[in-house]
């Protein structure tokens, strides 16, 4: 082999090393993200005009601005990670026209600047799989939801929204599952203003104003380790109440006032930070050292006190937003009276703006109603207001949208129209007499199938011998899908197969070992097309067999990181990596470890080396004086061996053990080649830059006309066949 050849070798040598160096172990470069923005707007000057079509277009990752307006839209379903993002909260509005608003079925969904109205059971769910969302300043104003905010996934997080319902009825937002946010938020007129419920836990209520509730927050069902601080909780029927072996919450630095029952809690939680509690209106503990820290601690029950309660407020930096804005007057009045709850600042409130739509706005005082000095046509109108500091500064506006419709005559302005009393038997002109409504849906309660509105008719209350008129006094019901769990005790109506809701039978799950009333413990996944489980019957939030339910068996999970390897058929070898985070499950391949990647390159290596010298040995050309060197023609006879030159003999042998050295070196070489295969199922070689290499070597150099070594052997053993044969023939000549 000459030099040029030796050198093409060593490129190549070169450049394989390089390659391999660079292979990755268990990563693959990200590809670009491309994100496009897509313009909704009624008036016909955007993509789109209407939101649903946009979210149909759009691909994760994109932007959806909506323009001002009024979408009558509802049941909007988001299945990809996107942006959805109005011009103001205060007019880019959805009209939901008695339906639900937005459902969630993906991760990282943003929601911002919107007004939800005119809902029916919901304005925002969010499903299990869609972690990591985030609903910010947005206004939520529900008439007949039973929940504002329904949120079933994790980490998600609620910023600087106004969630308000009627009449002290349904559940302003529903928490499950962990570590979400809810902060700079006013909840208000609701029968639970937040609900932590059944396994709740680690979540986040800061800064919140949390008022006009039958109760503010209610933690219960084994949820713990949640945080409540620096939120104003007040004129609520019951502040804070925590039950149900809920235990290890806190709360400290909030304000309670004007609640007739500041706080409840029949378990073991902590109500201060170990230096500082909370501000207790009711509080009659004494401050004799002046340190704004009460002497003797709040006692809340039995088990429980604030140990160090605050003597006084602790007020916000920030101007609050005026809350619970009210019309009081009937819908036929054309000068509507508005009533609101007033702004919180540690600077003081000097007074309020206020206007009707688009109008210029008024300044009053420090009041806290007032009536249109103005007529106002028939049609749907906003009334603003915005809060002055004593310091000048000023809060953003708070909204109320209502209407006017001179239709509807209300003599005695009970809220119900003339024509409604007299269809129900009660007197239109006494403000004191008009039909019974419990839950204030307009049905009153001699026709309404639900009283209470609590999603259970009032003959499955009558079995199951709960209230007919209280919402919070149901037939039990894990999965709140409007299905009691057990059957009804006479026997009218058949339990809730699957309590917790999710899709795996309770029969099946108390097999297993799971809990039936915990959704958190099965996750329902597809593998080839068919439904499978991963089951934590351990309880520890680990899941630790799959379940496949045509089969009824199971095999073996197996928790590494943010990922589980599942191995689906039995086998003892791994099929499947389910990715936790994004819910994505893709084929399981053993990851290249660094001693097969040497252990490869060192063979590779070790070949090359043995081609160079099997090549070398055999294109040496034998010592010949210069004398007997006679022209070549281009086209080689066969080579002629000498067989009477001892040298030459000698030389033969020694080409014929190398060759056998040579046979037995390449057979360890393919025996080990054979277990690396064997060990390994791919191994990712850039090819287009193998390609481009064996390219650049020159065409390999024509030394023999044998094929291969077995030819070279059977020629050498002819020569030395004849070569015996003549020196016996000399021999005995001699």
């Not at 307006?69 to 509005?93: H, M, Q, R």
């Not at 039950?243 to 400290?252: E, H, I, M, V």
């Not at 999710?502 to 099965?522: A, F």
């Not at 044998?706 to 001699?734: A, G, R």
């Amino acid at each position: 082999m000459n030099r040029k050849q030796g050198n093409h070798i060593l490129l190549f040598l070169t450049i394989l090393l390089f390659l391999l160096q660079s292979l990755p172990y268990n990563a693959h470069s990200a590809p670009p993200v491309y994100q496009d923005t897509l313009i909704v707007d009624i008036t016909g000057n955007g993509d789109y005009t209407r939101i649903r079509d946009a979210i149909a277009a759009a691909a994760s990752t994109d932007i959806i601005l909506i323009k001002e307006g009024i979408y009558v839209e509802n049941s909007l379903e988001i299945n990809k990670k996107i942006s959805i993002i109005g011009d103001d909260p205060s007019n880019t509005i959805i009209d939901c026209n008695n339906n639900n608003g937005f459902l969630l079925r993906s991760s990282y969904i943003d929601i911002s600047n919107l007004k939800l109205i005119n809902l029916d059971e919901y304005a925002i769910d969010i499903h299990a799989e869609s972690d990591w969302c985030t609903i910010s300043n947005c206004i939520i104003e529900v008439t007949q939801a039973r929940t504002a905010i329904w949120i079933r996934a994790s980490s998600v997080t609620i910023d600087t929204c106004d969630i308000q319902g009627a009449g002290q009825k349904g559940i302003g937002i529903t928490l499950q599952e962990t570590n979400s946010i809810i902060q700079d938020c006013n909840i208000h007129e609701f029968s639970v203003g937040i609900l932590a419920l059944t396994n709740a836990h680690d979540h986040s209520i800061i800064n919140c104003n949390i008022f006009n509730n039958e109760v503010g927050i209610d933690i219960r069902i084994n949820s713990n380790y949640n945080l409540i601080s620096k939120c104003n909780i007040y004129s609520n029927n019951k502040g804070i109440n925590i039950w149900l072996n809920s235990n290890n919450n806190s709360a400290y630095l909030n304000n309670f006032w004007k609640n007739d029952n500041d706080a409840t809690d029949t378990d073991n939680n902590i109500w201060d930070n170990g230096n500082q509690g909370n501000y207790w209106d009711d509080y009659r503990g004494q401050d004799t050292n002046g340190d704004g820290i009460g002497d003797t601690p709040y006692t809340i029950s039995t088990k429980n006190a604030d140990k160090y309660p605050l003597i006084t407020m602790t007020l916000p930096d920030e101007i609050t937003l005026p809350t619970s804005i009210k019309r009081i007057t009937s819908t036929s009045n054309t000068t509507p009276f508005f009533t609101w709850n007033p702004s919180v600042y540690n600077q003081g409130i000097k007074g309020y703006y206020v206007k009707i739509d688009n109008n210029p706005e008024t300044y009053i005082s420090d009041i806290t109603s007032w009536t249109s000095p103005e007529s106002l046509l028939d049609g749907v109108h906003t009334f603003y207001i915005r809060a002055e500091g004593k310091d000048a500064s000023t809060s953003a506006y708070a909204t109320h949208t209502f209407s006017i419709d001179t239709t509807f005559i209300d003599t005695d302005e009970d809220g119900w129209s003339d024509d409604e009393e007299q269809q129900y038997g009660t007197n239109p002109n006494n403000p004191d007499h008009y039909p019974l409504d419990s839950d204030n849906d307009r049905i009153p309660d001699s026709i309404d199938d639900d009283d209470d509105n609590d999603g259970y008719n009032d003959n499955i209350e009558t079995s199951y011998g709960t209230s007919r008129v209280n919402p919070d006094d149901h037939p039990t019901d894990t999965d709140n899908d409007h299905l009691p769990d057990d059957n009804s005790p006479d026997g009218k109506y058949i339990g809730d197969v699957d309590d917790d809701d999710d899709s795996l039978i309770d029969t099946i799950e108390i097999q297993l070992g799971s809990n039936p009333k915990t959704i958190s413990d099965v996750q329902k996944i597809y593998l080839q097309g068919d439904p499978h489980y991963l089951i934590d019957i351990s309880q520890n939030s680990i899941y630790d067999i799959l379940y496949e339910p045509i089969s009824d068996t199971t095999t073996a999970v197996e928790k590494t990181n943010e990922n589980y390897l599942i191995d689906q058929d039995g086998d003892g070898s791994w099929d499947y990596l389910y990715n936790i985070g994004e819910g994505s499950i893709t084929s399981y391949e053993k990851p290249l470890t660094l001693p097969i990647l040497i252990l490869i390159l060192l063979t590779i290596i070790s070949v090359i080396i043995i081609i160079y010298y099997f090549i070398r040995s055999y294109n040496k050309k034998p010592d010949i004086p210069q004398k007997y060197i006679t022209p070549v023609s281009m086209k080689k006879p066969p080579v002629k061996i000498s067989t009477g030159d001892k040298r030459t003999i000698e030389n033969i042998d020694d080409t014929k053990t190398l060759l056998h050295q040579i046979q037995q070196n390449v057979t360890i070489f393919m025996d080990e080649l054979q277990m690396i295969e064997d060990q390994v199922t791919t191994i990712p070689v850039d090819k287009e830059q193998i390609d481009k290499d064996e390219k650049t070597l020159p065409p390999p150099k024509e030394t023999s006309q044998y094929e291969n070594i077995h030819e070279v052997e059977q020629e050498i053993d002819k020569v030395l066949l004849e070569s015996k044969n003549k020196n016996k023939t000399l021999q005995e000549n001699n």
